[in-house]
C-alpha cells in the first residue's frame, strides 16, 4: 500500500541555519504531496502543496518539488528561525483515498 | 472566523467508561475526519465522512464510533473496548472527498485514562 517516510528527528539548528527535512514516498497512483507543521498543543496546518509531478509548493520562505523520478517530496528552507520550531508532517493523497502520514520530524531551532 | 472547533481540550476516562469527542465546523466542508496522534507514530486515521449520515472505517477503527447527522458535526465516541485510548486526537474537515484536497484541522482533544 501506499507510504510515506520520513527522516528521523529531532533535527537541531541554529537560527539562520540551511534545513532539509526528507521525504519519500510510496504509492500505486499520482499522489498529492502535502507538508504539514504542528505547533506544540496545536493541531496541524498545511504548510504547503504539489498536485503533480515537478510541481513546487512554497510557503513562509520553505520550498519543497514533487520529484517523480525519485519518488521524493523534501522540504527546505534557506534559513530557519527560532519560531519555525515544530514537528512537521510530510503527506501523500492518492485519488480517492484519505491522506497518509509520514511519522513527523521535529525541528528545534536555537538562537 | 471559520474554522473547526473541537472540546473538550482535555478529557479523561475512567475504566469502562464511553467518552464522546466533539467536533465542529464553519467552514462549509463535506468532508470531516478523525485521527488519532501517538508519539512517534504520525497520524493514523479512525474514521471519515464525506457526506451527512455516511461514513468509513479509516486504519484503526476498532474501539471508536462516529456518526454524522449534520454537515457541521462528527463526534467522535470512544468506547470502553479501546483499550488503549490515550492519544491525542484531531478532527479536520476538507472541501470535497480526501484525495487532493488540503485538510483542515482542530486544535485537538487530549485524552488520558484516570
Given at each position: 500500500?501506499?507510504?510515506?517516510?520520513?527522516?528521523?528527528?529531532?533535527?537541531?539548528?541554529?537560527?539562520?541555519?540551511?534545513?532539509?527535512?526528507?521525504?519519500?514516498?510510496?504509492?500505486?497512483?499520482?499522489?498529492?504531496?502535502?507538508?504539514?507543521?504542528?505547533?506544540?498543543?496545536?493541531?496541524?496546518?498545511?504548510?504547503?502543496?504539489?498536485?503533480?509531478?515537478?510541481?513546487?509548493?512554497?510557503?513562509?520562505?520553505?520550498?519543497?518539488?514533487?520529484?517523480?523520478?525519485?519518488?521524493?517530496?523534501?522540504?527546505?528552507?534557506?534559513?530557519?528561525?527560532?519560531?519555525?520550531?515544530?514537528?512537521?508532517?510530510?503527506?501523500?493523497?492518492?485519488?480517492g483515498t484519505a491522506l497518509i502520514f509520514g511519522k513527523g520530524t521535529t525541528l528545534s531551532v536555537s538562537s | 472566523d471559520g474554522g473547526i472547533t473541537q472540546s473538550p481540550k482535555y478529557l479523561f476516562?475512567?475504566?469502562?467508561?464511553?467518552?464522546?469527542?466533539?467536533?465542529?465546523?464553519?467552514?462549509?466542508?463535506?468532508?470531516?475526519?478523525?485521527?488519532?496522534?501517538?508519539?512517534?507514530?504520525?497520524?493514523?486515521?479512525?474514521?471519515?465522512?464525506?457526506?451527512?449520515?455516511?461514513?468509513?472505517?479509516?486504519?484503526?477503527a476498532e474501539g471508536y464510533s462516529v456518526s454524522r447527522e449534520k454537515k457541521e458535526s462528527f463526534p467522535l465516541t470512544v468506547t470502553s473496548a479501546q483499550k488503549n485510548p490515550t492519544a491525542f486526537?484531531?478532527?479536520?474537515?476538507?472541501?470535497?472527498?480526501?484525495?487532493?484536497?488540503?485538510?483542515?484541522?482542530?486544535?485537538?482533544?487530549?485524552?488520558?485514562?484516570?
Open positions: 500500500g501506499d507510504s510515506v517516510t520520513q527522516m528521523e528527528g529531532p533535527v537541531t539548528l541554529s537560527e539562520e541555519a540551511f534545513l532539509t527535512i526528507n521525504c519519500t514516498y510510496t504509492a500505486t497512483g499520482y499522489p498529492s504531496l502535502f507538508w504539514y507543521v504542528q505547533y506544540p498543543g496545536e493541531g496541524l496546518q498545511l504548510l504547503l502543496k504539489a498536485t503533480k509531478a515537478d510541481d513546487k509548493g512554497s510557503n513562509k520562505g520553505f520550498e519543497a518539488t514533487y520529484r517523480k523520478e525519485t519518488t521524493s517530496f523534501h522540504l527546505e528552507k534557506g534559513s530557519v528561525q527560532v519560531s519555525d520550531s515544530a514537528v512537521y508532517f510530510c503527506a501523500l493523497s492518492d485519488p | 476516562r475512567k475504566e469502562g467508561q464511553n467518552v464522546t469527542l466533539s467536533c465542529e465546523q464553519n467552514l462549509n466542508h463535506d468532508a470531516m475526519y478523525w485521527y488519532r496522534q501517538d508519539p512517534g507514530q504520525g497520524l493514523r486515521l479512525i474514521y471519515y465522512s464525506q457526506i451527512v449520515n455516511d461514513f468509513q472505517k479509516g486504519d484503526i486526537y484531531l478532527c479536520a474537515s476538507s472541501m470535497g472527498g480526501p484525495s487532493n484536497q488540503p485538510q483542515h484541522f482542530g486544535d485537538g482533544t487530549r485524552l488520558s485514562i484516570l
